[in-house]
Each structure stands twice: as C-alpha cells, then as structure tokens.
C-alpha cells in the first residue's frame, strides 16, 4: 500500500486547502473533533514533559489523520514549518485556509472559517473562557523557532535522559519539547497565543499543523541517528519506557509501536516520496527507471538508470526530449525542488542539470506530463514557466 504523503502546507494549492477545512469541519459537525481537545487536556505527564511526548503526540496525530480520511479518502495532515513561514503575513493565515490573528481587545479570530462569525467553529471551554477562538501571534514572545535552533535540537546525539522530565540535559526531546535549550515546541504555542497555549489547544485546529512539524523533526532525527534508540527502555514512570502501553489507548498501542512512522502509513515530503500517476508534487523524486505517464497514457518521462531523464512515446519509445545528461548522473536522483526548480543531482548530491526555475515566485510549482506530449511546470497561480519540447 502506497504511503501517505504529509506536506507542507505552503505548497498545497487552494483546493487543496479547502479540502482541509473541509475535512476538519465535517469532524466538528460529527462531533468527533471535540472528542480529540478533550483527550489532550486530559494527558497531563503522560503525553508532556516527558520521554512520550514525541510517541504520544504521533499516534493522537495519526488517529486524527484516519478519522479525517473518514471524511476525505487520502488525505493527510499538512505540517507548517515555521522556521520558514515565520510571520503574521504568511500564507498559513489567508481567510481560505487558517484564518488570521486575532483582533481587538478580546483578541476573536475574524477571519476565514474557523471565525465565530463564519457560523461552524466553536471552542470547547477547557482551561479557556471565551467559546470563539482567540489568537495573539507574537504578543507573548516575539519570534517563531530559527532554523539555527531547529539544526542545534537535531544534532543531539540522545534521546532523552534521566531522570526523564523538564529537567533531562543533553535530551533532543526536551529540547525539542521546549523545556531546556532554544525552545521550539513550546514557543510556537506561546508565539500563537489565546486558545494554542492551555491543554485545549487543538481547539485552534492549526495544532495539528503544528505537531505534524514537530513529528518531521523526530522523524529527520531518527533518519539522521539510526543507531540512537527510543530512551528509556525501563526505570522511568509507566508510560514513558518504550514497552509501555500509552494512556487513554493501551491495549497494542505502545511506545515501540509508534516508532517507525512509516509503519504507520505515512512519509513526509522531506523524504524523498516518488512522483505518482502524471505529476511531481514539490519534494518528489523519481530515482533509476522510475517514471511518470500522461493522463491518456501515451508519453513517458522517466529518469533512466544512466542518468538521464527522457520524454518519450509510451507506445513506441520515440524520444521526444532528454536533458543530456546520460552518464552523468548514474545512481543520482530527479528531484522537483520546493523552490520550483527541477533538478538533475548525481549519486553525491551533486547539481548535474536544472530547469533554472527556482525562485520565491515559484515556490510550490508542479511538474505534469501533458496529453499534448509536453513536460510542463506550472506555478501555484497556473503560469506556466517551464516545457519541453518547446515547439507546441
């Protein structure tokens, strides 16, 4: 089975967001979403301040992520990397997807659909007093998580230590968590402010954006240190060694069953998911004889084992264009950049060939294989700014 592709949220088309909110409504309607704000105000040093936090919030997020797809088959939780999109103009806040920053003296979100005044979206009153969601972004602390401290956390060779709590030194997940170091986890919460900061705080439905960013990171520090295992294995408080049960689940949901996210189903479009059907979504790779086909099925494109990446006939092999870098990358990797540039790197990562069409302007673009035997790449806003052949 096909895993789940987790991705950033700057990179999702419009429709793609609505399908989101959509999504997230219909929970709420059902009743089901409230269910979710009240289990995690209730986990307390179960699923905080402590070794599960990363293994507790993994498995909430990913039983979230399946009653979604309830609603929506396939979809998956977009995750916000705010070491990028780090300020209140970001695309994250636009009315048609999370709506913006509170307003006025009772700091009330006014805008986009989870607004009180839009009709659909109520806060459960846990740890909070106002049943319309509040934000203050950048009213309690001043700055999101840099990059700088997010590399800093990933480079922390231990998981955790004793004695397992707020106070663990040399612990990527007390770091991570917020409690020691440069603060990542925590100060997205307090730079959101109003219903993100008690424990109701998927009351404001950007903690599932949130959390899905927090779990990439563990997910890039188990890639990045695969000898480094789950700590503790035992001595620390039930729930928090890695055979334990995890409180309100038990029975086969332990500690060690979350630990290979992608056992669980799903990637993120940091690790290098292969283009699917007719397109490459920003992070998609095609690898050795991996290839896309148009829609109609009658034109290839495929990265070769020789390097080099071919449009073809499906029905006949005819060539229609290569990028010439035959040799050149063997063992090397066609991937479509967040930037918008698609690009030819050999077995050491190393730039061979790109559409030099990486800008901040095309961020997010796509690359589709037409029915008219063109390889194109598309901006968000459906411009056009790259095809082969170039005759039409």
């Not at 936090?53 to 990397?81: A, C, M, N």
């Not at 390097?307 to 005819?318: A, E, F, K, M, Q």
Request: charged share 20%.
């Amino acid at each position: 089975m096909m895993a789940l592709i987790r991705r950033d949220q700057a990179m999702l088309y419009r429709q793609e967001q609505t399908t989101f909110v959509d999504a997230l409504l219909e929970l709420k309607r059902r009743g089901i979403y409230d269910n979710y704000i009240k289990q995690h105000s209730q986990i307390g040093y179960n699923g905080h301040m402590g070794p599960a936090f990363l293994p507790w919030h993994r498995e909430f997020l990913r039983r979230f992520e399946k009653d979604l797809q309830e609603v929506t088959p396939g979809l998956s939780i977009p995750y916000w990397d705010w070491t990028i999109d780090n300020s209140p103009d970001s695309s994250i806040w636009d009315a048609n997807f999370m709506g913006g920053d509170g307003q006025g003296s009772n700091r009330m979100v006014t805008s986009g659909r989870f607004a009180f005044n839009a009709g659909h979206w109520t806060c459960l009153k846990i740890d909070i007093s106002t049943d319309y969601l509040t934000r203050e972004l950048g009213v309690h602390i001043s700055s999101l998580p840099t990059k700088q401290a997010v590399t800093d956390c990933l480079g922390i060779p231990d998981y955790d230590s004793y004695p397992w709590d707020t106070t663990s030194k040399s612990s990527f997940r007390n770091d991570l968590e917020g409690w020691i170091g440069p603060d990542i986890h925590n100060r997205v919460h307090e730079w959101v402010g109003g219903h993100m900061r008690p424990l109701s705080s998927p009351n404001d439905p950007l903690f599932w954006l949130h959390h899905a960013n927090i779990d990439r990171l563990w997910a890039k520090w188990q890639r990045e240190h695969p000898d480094r295992p789950y700590l503790p294995q035992s001595g620390a408080p039930m729930g928090q060694n890695q055979p334990d049960p995890m409180d309100p689940w038990f029975g086969a949901t332990t500690i060690a069953s979350t630990l290979k996210h992608q056992n669980l189903g799903y990637i993120y479009d940091t690790e290098w998911p292969a283009g699917q059907g007719d397109r490459m979504l920003p992070g998609d790779t095609l690898v050795a004889d991996q290839y896309l086909i148009s829609q109609d099925g009658a034109y290839m494109f495929k990265f070769q084992a020789n390097g080099n990446l071919v449009l073809s006939r499906s029905d006949n092999g005819t060539p229609l264009w290569t990028s010439g870098t035959d040799g050149k990358a063997q063992g090397g990797v066609c991937i479509m950049q967040p930037d918008g540039d698609l690009a030819v790197r050999d077995a050491a990562y190393n730039l061979v060939w790109h559409t030099n069409t990486g800008s901040t302007g095309n961020r997010a673009s796509r690359l589709y294989v037409q029915y008219n035997g063109h390889v194109s790449i598309f901006r968000q806003d459906s411009v056009l700014v790259w095809k082969k052949p170039d005759a039409s």
